[in-house]
């Protein structure tokens, strides 16, 4: 037997192609409807509360980038004895572990592209409104500042995160574990609530 199959390798180059353009689609459609959604919602608000969303939609990039980073550092073993304690949460770890380059895909590439372009919208809806309030003898200043904010928040969240993923992976990934584990149990979720 040959030491690469050739069928095998075709049947991963396809898997690996319709993965690709999956995502390329679904990252377009998503990205649409949040930034027209985040448009339409932003338009309608006040100053304050535009400046909310904005900072609410690099959190999120933030948070999925603090996943991301965790998913491919984190080690598999540990859930293994959680999953044999039978512990809510540790097989849905393992299985994020285990396809930890497409978790890392959708949070850090996907998520993250997607709140960097809607954040980007964002703080030029929230500079003309700044600019249609107030009067500016340089107005390019307003959206300077606006852009200037985004990416030092985007950049300097992301940094503290991946230090705080890379140290806290295997917290991270079992909390997220048993996230998606109560997600897909609800009734077991308030059952436990009754309970206690």
């Known amino acids: 037997m040959s030491k690469h199959d050739p069928a095998a390798a075709k049947k991963e180059r396809n898997k690996t192609i319709r993965w690709v353009v999956t995502i390329f689609f679904v990252t377009i459609l998503v ?6 959604l985040s448009d339409m919602i932003m338009s309608a608000s006040g100053i304050f509360v535009a400046f909310l969303i904005l900072m609410a939609i690099i959190l999120v990039g933030i948070i999925f980038d603090i996943i991301g980073v965790a998913v491919t550092s984190a080690d598999e073993k540990p859930f293994h004895s ?3 304690r039978k ?3 540790a097989q849905d770890a393992i299985k ?3 396809s930890a380059e497409r978790v890392s895909s959708i ?3 996907v998520v993250g592209d997607i709140c960097g372009v809607v954040s980007g919208s964002a703080s030029a809806t929230i500079a003309a409104q700044v600019l249609q309030k107030f ?4 107005p390019q200043i307003v959206s ?3 852009s200037a904010l985004v990416a030092g928040f985007t950049v300097g969240g992301k940094a503290i995160g991946k230090t705080f993923a890379m140290n806290s992976c295997t917290k991270i990934v079992g909390g997220v574990g048993k996230l998606l584990y109560w997600l897909k149990n609800p009734a077991k979720a308030f059952a436990k ?3 206690k």
């Open 31 to 36: 990205s649409g409807t949040i930034s027209l």
């Open 82 to 84: 959680m999953a044999a």
């Open 87 to 89: 512990v809510p949460g």
């Open 96 to 98: 994020l572990l285990r």
């Open 107 to 109: 949070c850090n590439d």
């Open 135 to 138: 009067d500016f003898s340089w």
């Open 144 to 146: 300077l500042v606006m």
């Open 193 to 195: 609530k009754k309970k």
